[in-house]
């Protein structure tokens, strides 16, 4: 196997790390076929074995785009947040693991959102009790109105922004939730 990294979150891929996450994508990646950065989710037009990662000059962008990343970042923190609850409550070993697994990705676009903009650090939320989700199916379908909301969001905003970079990103992290959003929707345990 040869060792890719993701241009999107500047991970590198390689024999230890290409399984990670597998739960959060709807083909998985094999030694010799890796379809899917493990970290971030994104697809493999954005894995490379020597190139730079995208970044953007955050002095450049305007206070719309920061607020746009700032809000971003926000949000998948509180998505990922869910999930490390999610991922509790479960009753199903499987589910559990999938909320694990999407909790990692989560946090990881967060993280990407907080280089993308400069801030310091991610954002402490108050975490709302998820408990009236007392069910696995009930767990799910918040699960699908999130990743919903979160193709809605880099859609809107991918308008907003000032960098083609940013707009790129939005568009990779797009499709990432598109995927999430399949795999909640179709889970077994929602029938």
């Known amino acids: ?103 990692n990705i989560e946090f990881m676009h967060a993280r990407i959102h907080k280089r993308l903009g400069g801030f310091e650090n991610l954002p402490k939320l108050h975490k709302p009790d998820y408990t009236r989700h007392n069910t696995d199916k009930l767990l799910l379908e918040e699960a699908q109105k999130r990743e919903e909301h979160a193709i809605a969001f880099y859609k809107k905003n991918s308008e907003i922004v000032c960098s083609d970079i940013i707009r790129d990103i939005f568009q990779a992290l797009s499709d990432v939730e598109k995927q999430h959003e399949i795999i909640t929707s179709s889970h077994p345990m929602k029938r």
Request: hydrophobic share 35%; proline share 1%; glycine share 6%.
């Open 1 to 103: 196997m040869s060792k890719f990294k993701c241009l999107i979150c500047g991970m590198t891929i390689n024999l230890e790390s290409y399984g990670l996450n597998s739960n959060t994508f709807i083909k998985r990646n094999q030694k010799d076929n890796i379809i899917n950065c493990p970290f971030c989710g994104v697809g493999k037009i954005y894995l490379g074995d020597e190139k730079d990662i995208y970044e953007v000059d955050n002095s450049n962008l305007d206070t719309k785009t920061l607020k746009v990343l700032d809000n971003a970042m926000k949000f998948e923190v509180f998505n990922g947040e869910f999930y490390e609850e999610a991922s509790k409550l479960a009753k199903d070993k499987a589910v559990r693991e999938l909320f694990k697994d999407l909790k």
